[in-house]
């Protein structure tokens, strides 16, 4: 079960944060921003410059003891990333996966509302945002 | 600012019900507020007058609602004020403890306001519901979904441009909910019906310059009273007789609204079919002044598809969202029944629902009338909406269609177009345009990425094969042949084949031309020679075609035959191997597959067809690699000029720092 899910934007900065357990936020907050750092070194590690040679999911980006720490960077160089507990046993690469999948889908279609401006925080007034991110915490299959 | 939150700031507490709230915002309308926002002295007074409230409970009032302090009537004070006389009226003490509670409305005789007789009926109002004595036509309780339905003829006649700011004197921009209902009360004191706020011209002035109004998106005339009167009779008996039809249902879309929405559609877009991009429709709807949160919310309510774009009963459900929201409705959460785009009204045809009636048939059909419409209105947009989706989007559709599939099901009901459009199993480059646009690449995941890559690489590996046919023996010479073919005839084409026979790596290259691999190099040999005379005749057209569309000298051409070297050497030494070894080189990534076949087929027919795929891939490699080589000129331009500017940035530091 995932506990945080972070949309990054592309000068990283955080355009959506919300976490399940609401204590300890800061602590995930920190976590993200530190995931921040791998997930730029994962990025930058293909040395191409061709968009499509990278993979979008980037994969377990790093294991604390408490949890496990996904990426996944779209091509316009938003990032999501997931916090997930580690002590759910071993949620398969593809579930994971999947998490993604439908983060990006939800994030697609804030994008298409054409009063959302690119680079803002994603009000929790996108209601549909929300209620999928939520989903994802709860549900791990689609 | 929400004039309900101004009486909470005000400096009382306030707590209004949703109807108190609608009531005294109607009625603070209708007093006509200033600049700042305060309502007019005289009109406060008449409605202190119209509550029948003897003159010392009115005195009581103005004192504890603070305007005594004030020496005015701010908005705050109005409110508290009004539920002050509700509680005097209800035969509460006039105190402040007294209008903490829930209250009844207050009461005002000879003020002709229908609003509050429809808010007064609003569906969600629990408490009693007072007996307004407004002078409205019908006085039966009328739900409040009517409201808009008068409205709309007559802002059809009367409407000027469009939501811009009300043009009465004295009226500030509009705060949120209240400020258009100025017009409707404005217009009750002309006698003729309530109307909708979108327009900012009173009907009773005809007249008013128009200088103030941003273009219009109404393809209405301008004007007003007569014809206003006599729709405003043929309004109310359509009202009265719509009254029979209705339920308390705000979500419903009426006729005359249906038929409002229509006209203003087709003012966005003449089509009715098509789809109104999602900038223009911004635009649109933000000259309702609604908040831009609120009109996001609406977006997103009522953008079923998801795809940035509106189609028509996409665009009624906003419209009549933000009609609602205008009347004061709060948003739902979700979208009410009524105004899914699949529910069908009686008489009511539109072209998504009987889409969504037929999710799995025929998806060809369904994909055309889309495509059509996107292509018209959309395609432009969507694009430039998408930076970071490429072409690869359809590769990964195409890889998605078997993970998508299982998700059909569910999704039947939701996204009919987009499904269609996913599973359209169509050669990624026929869709382009419609595959962006329509569809949502929902395949991310790069798992199938390397395997959509290949096949994107498909088509446009066939074209540099036959060039490395000559690119072996000399490709300058075979360029001169191309310029001679153009010119010359069929003949030209023989001296090449003679040149080959000393490289059998070659001629075994030249096999694949007319599309087969074949064990034995000699035995390709002749059939090829054989070929040969129908290939020249296609590749002088193949070659034609390619120079002309490149509008180039052949020197382009050998360019991209030279480019066209470095990255085919590999491939062919690939080949050789292979084509000695006799297997068919099915396994390459760039699979010769879709252009030879294991045996060798001398249908010509299949070989026409593969020989017209090599030219127009060879033709889009052409354009891509010179749109290529202009942005990579753009790029050099684009980073001389910054570091031109670096450089005056730092030459300007050391002065702006001392």
């Known amino acids: 079960m995932a506990v945080c899910i972070a949309v990054i934007a592309k000068e990283n900065y955080p355009l959506y944060i919300r976490s399940v357990p609401t204590q300890g936020e800061l602590k995930f907050h920190y976590t993200v ?110 | ?110 003020i002709t306001n229908e609003l509050e007789m429809r808010y007064a009926n609003h569906p969600s109002a629990n ?34 441009e469009a939501w811009s700011p009300p043009r009465s004197p004295g009226v500030s921009p509009p705060r949120s909910p209240s400020a258009y209902r100025n017009y409707p009360y404005a217009a009750q004191r002309n006698g003729t019906d309530t109307l909708l706020a979108y327009d900012g011209k009173v009907p009773s002035r005809p007249s008013v310059p128009q200088e103030n109004s941003s273009p219009s998106h109404y ?39 249906r038929e409002y929405y229509t006209i203003q559609f087709r003012s966005l877009q003449p089509d009715l079919s098509a789809l109104i991009v999602g900038t223009v429709a911004k635009n649109f709807f933000t000259k309702s002044k609604l908040p831009i949160p609120e009109l996001s919310h609406i977006w997103e309510l009522s953008d079923v598809d998801k795809d940035g774009a509106l189609t028509f009963p996409e665009f009624c459900t906003a419209f009549h969202l933000i009609v609602a929201r205008k009347n004061g409705f709060l948003l739902p959460e979700t979208l009410p029944a009524t105004l899914r785009p699949g529910f069908v009204e009686p008489g009511v045809v539109t072209a998504p629902p009987s889409e969504a009636t037929q999710p799995l048939i025929v998806f060809d059909d369904n994909m055309r009338p889309g495509a059509n419409q996107l292509e018209m209105c959309s395609s432009g947009l969507q694009m430039t909406s998408r930076p970071g989706v490429t072409a690869k989007q359809d590769t990964r559709d195409e890889s998605r269609k078997p993970e998508f599939s299982p998700k059909r099901i569910p999704d039947l009901h939701e996204k009919p177009i987009q499904r269609v459009s996913t599973l359209k199993p169509d050669s990624p480059q026929e869709l382009d345009a419609n595959m962006k646009s329509r569809t949502r690449p929902r395949s991310y995941s790069s798992t199938s990425i390397d395997d959509a890559m290949k096949k994107v690489e498909e088509p446009p590996t066939p074209p540099p094969r036959p060039q490395k046919t000559h690119s072996r023996a000399s490709s300058l010479d075979l360029n001169k042949l191309f310029q001679q073919s153009s010119q010359g005839g069929k003949s030209v084409w023989l001296p090449p084949p003679p040149a080959l026979p000393p490289r059998p790596p070659a001629a075994q290259i030249f096999s694949f031309m007319p599309g087969s691999e074949k064990s034995s190099q000699k035995a390709v040999h002749q059939p090829n020679f054989a ?10 057209t193949i070659v034609t075609a390619a120079l ?19 990255p085919q050497k590999p491939v062919r030494r690939k080949l050789h191997p292979e084509s000695l070894s006799a297997t068919p080189p099915l396994t390459t ?13 001398p249908p010509p027919k299949q070989k026409r067809e593969i020989q017209m795929a090599i030219r127009k891939n060879r033709e889009t490699n052409a354009v891509l690699t010179r749109l290529n080589s202009e942005l990579q000129q753009q790029l050099k331009v684009v980073h001389r000029e910054r570091v031109t500017l670096e450089s005056q940035l730092e030459l300007l530091r050391p002065v702006a720092s001392t």
Request: a negative charge; proline letters at 8%; one cysteine or more.
């Open chain 2, 127 to 160: 408490e009693s519901q007072p007996h307004i004595l407004g002078s409205g036509p019908g006085s039966a309780p009328r739900p409040p979904a009517d409201r808009p339905v008068p409205r709309h003829p007559d802002t059809s006649m009367d409407k000027q």
């Open chain 2, 1 to 110: 600012m929400d004039p309900g939150s101004a009486a909470g700031s005000g400096g009382t507490f306030l707590s209004l019900s949703d109807s108190e709230q609608r009531c005294y915002s109607g009625l603070y309308a209708l007093c006509q507020p200033d600049s700042l926002g305060n309502p007019a002295a005289g009109k406060v007074a008449d409605l202190f007058r119209a509550s029948q409230l003897p003159a010392e409970t009115l005195h009581q009032v103005t004192e504890v609602c603070g305007a005594k302090r004030l020496g005015f009537f701010g908005c705050g004070q109005l409110y508290v004020a009004l539920k002050l006389m509700a509680a005097a009226q209800a035969g509460l003490p006039v105190r402040l403890e007294s209008i903490t509670g829930e209250l009844p409305l207050p009461v005002f005789v000879g």
């Open chain 2, 548 to 566: 002309s569309t490149e509008d180039l000298a052949p020197k382009s051409d050998s360019t991209v035959v030279q480019q066209g070297h470095a």
């Open chain 2, 531 to 540: 070929d040969f005379s129908k290939f020249s005749e296609e590749q002088e």
């Open chain 1, 33 to 142: 921003h530190t995931s921040l750092d791998v997930v730029e070194e994962k990025i930058s590690g293909v040395g191409k410059a061709l968009a499509d040679q990278r993979e979008l999911y980037l994969g377990l980006l790093y294991p604390t003891e408490d949890y496990k720490v996904y990426g996944y960077v779209t091509n316009s160089k938003v990032k999501f990333v997931i916090v997930v507990d580690s002590s759910n046993a071993s949620l398969r690469d593809n579930e994971i996966r999947s998490m993604f999948r439908k983060l990006h889908n939800s994030f697609t279609d804030v994008m298409c509302n054409p009063f959302y401006n690119p680079g803002d925080p994603i009000q929790s007034k996108s209601v549909f945002f929300c209620a999928h991110t939520l989903s994802i915490f709860y549900v791990t299959i689609h």
């Open chain 2, 219 to 257: 393809s209405l005339k301008p004007q007003p009273e007569p014809p206003v009167i006599t729709r405003a009779g043929s309004v109310e008996r359509l009202v009265e007789r719509a009254e029979a039809d209705y339920s308390d249902d705000p979500w419903r879309i009426t006729e005359e609204q």
């Open chain 2, 589 to 601: 990534p760039y699979s010769a597959a879709t252009m030879t076949k294991p045996t060798q087929r």
